[in-house]
Nanobody
Framework: HVQLVESGGGSVQAGGSLRLSCVAS????????MAWFRQAPGKKREGVAA????????YYRDSVKGRFTISQDTAKNTLYLQMNSLKPEDTAMYYC?????????????????WGQGTQVTVSS
């Protein structure tokens, strides 16, 4: 059983930065995918970034490319999302997700393990 706990959310002004963390505990497969999703009020949850540990490959949605970076510290079982140049439209609840995989995937339905979320609010 895998447990994910996010932290690092908060309120910042536009142009600021935040780093989200997701600590994973429990059994993990030899290769797996981890991702960050977000959901703004009244909107569907959307994938932000994903990482496949087998090859180190990554995915970013177009709107965050060049601003967000997903990374992992395997020694700490922690997934990160470094968010720079934040915009008001980045305001959302951010969720960490994980599951076994043999290639990079980043669809919401692909992930069976989810954290409780951490709120990010960006003011203009």
């Amino acid at each position: 059983h895998v447990q994910l706990v996010e932290s690092g959310g908060g309120s910042v002004q536009a142009g600021g930065s935040l780093r989200l963390s997701c600590v994973a505990s429990g059994y993990f497969y030899s290769t797996y995918c981890m991702a960050w999703f977000r959901q703004a009020p009244g909107k569907k949850r959307e994938g932000v970034a994903a990482l496949y540990t087998g090859a180190g490959s990554t995915y970013y949605r177009d709107s965050v490319k060049g601003r967000f970076t997903i990374s992992q510290d395997t020694a700490k079982n922690t997934l990160y999302l470094q968010m720079n140049s934040l915009k008001p439209e980045d305001t959302a609840m951010y969720y960490c997700a994980a599951d076994r995989c043999t290639d990079l995937f980043y669809g919401e339905a692909d992930f069976g393990y989810w954290g409780q979320g951490t709120q990010v609010t960006v003011s203009s």
